[in-house]
């Protein structure tokens, strides 16, 4: 980069309704797989930083859990996080699904950000799914109308490659500096953390409805064998021995299943072989304990 080119270095969160793709879009934006991804609501649990570097830029994406009614002392934290983020940041995304009218959920979230002074871009995503595309423009005005955006921006997480319009709005509101972390850096989360992640995603994506959100996973040993080899030993906890069951499954079929998923995107991740050795245990009613959330990595 030129030395006299400016340089611009800040912190974007990305917020909205569960499962309106804020994790595609963080995903998409950097490049590569961090934040674990399932058509179940309320899959991020905790703030997840992804690092994005442009020729100008170097934009910290804060990917946060969606925003909801807490039904338990987990959701509690996870709103905490969500919220708490919109003062800490140089930019709002606040993410939208243009499939899905604007209802309390959305609300509630606008309500949040008329009290602080945070620039917002608002984020049409899921455009690629509109038959109508003159539906687009009535959700845009609709939107307008709620709040004064500092900008408004449709996208497709899943199918665009490339978001110049989204960066060059994101890079407007960065204050002028120096990049804070070094250029290949693209979480600030370690590998035992991601890897954990992924492996609740298999789950998540492999259970359905039977075990939506009483699962929590847990790294006990990460271990460099040689510069090829990794062995990652982790442990699945559930809320009730009948959800163990499901994990497992058949001889245990489906624990199997998972691991072989989620080991292909660990190896992604670090880039060499991975052995996957996946524990099943039950802790009931963890959601709702506080040793436990902190046991998990659940902490303010």
Same mark, same amino acid.
């Given at each position: ?26 995903? =998409?934006?950097?490049? +590569? ?35 909801? #009614? ?5 959701? %509690? ?22 499939? +899905?009218? @604007? ?11 008329? #009290? ?16 109508? #595309? ?9 939107? =307008?109308?709620?709040? #004064?955006? !500092? ?17 060059? +709005?994101? &890079? ?18 370690? +590998? ?21 959100? =009483? $699962?929590?996973? /847990? $790294? ?12 990652? @030993? !982790? &442990?699945?906890?559930?809320? @009730? ?18 691991? %072989?998923? !989620? ?16 524990? $099943?245990? $039950? ?5 709702? /304990?506080? /040793? !436990? ?8």
């Amino acid at each position: 980069m030129d030395k006299n080119t400016k340089h611009f270095a800040g912190f974007a969160a990305m917020v909205g309704r569960p499962n309106v793709g804020k994790s595609t879009l963080t995903n =998409s934006l950097i490049g +590569e797989k961090i934040a674990i991804m399932s058509d179940r609501p309320q899959t991020t649990r905790n703030k997840i930083m992804c690092i994005l570097n442009t020729d100008n830029a170097q934009i910290m994406f804060l990917d946060t859990p969606g925003i909801h #009614k807490p039904q338990h002392k987990l959701g %509690q934290f996870m709103v905490r996080q969500a919220e708490g983020t919109l003062q800490e940041v140089d930019v709002v995304l606040f993410v939208v699904d243009a499939t +899905e009218k @604007r209802g309390a959920g959305e609300e509630y979230i606008l309500e949040l950000l008329r #009290k602080v002074k945070t620039p917002v871009i608002l984020v049409v995503n899921k455009i690629d799914k509109l038959e109508d #595309k003159q539906k687009l423009f009535r959700i845009i005005e609709d939107y =307008s109308k709620q709040y #004064k955006f !500092a900008a408004i921006v449709p996208v497709s997480a899943l199918k665009d490659t490339e978001f110049p319009g989204l960066v060059e +709005e994101i &890079t407007k509101h960065l204050p002028e500096g120096p990049a804070y972390f070094p250029d290949d850096m693209i979480t600030d989360q370690p +590998e035992r953390v991601i890897a954990a992640e992924m492996i609740r995603e298999k789950v998540l994506r492999m259970t359905r409805d039977e075990i939506p959100h =009483s $699962v929590a996973v /847990k $790294v006990d040993e990460f271990k460099e064998r040689d510069d090829e080899n990794v062995y990652i @030993r !982790a &442990t699945i906890f559930v809320e @009730r021995e009948s959800q163990k069951g499901i994990v497992i499954g058949a001889k245990g079929s489906l624990l199997k299943k998972i691991g %072989q998923q !989620a080991r292909a995107d660990i190896e992604n991740l670090l880039y060499c072989k991975v052995f996957l050795d996946l524990w $099943v245990k $039950v802790k009931p009613d963890w959601r709702n /304990k506080d /040793k !436990a959330l902190k046991q998990f990595g659940y902490r303010e």
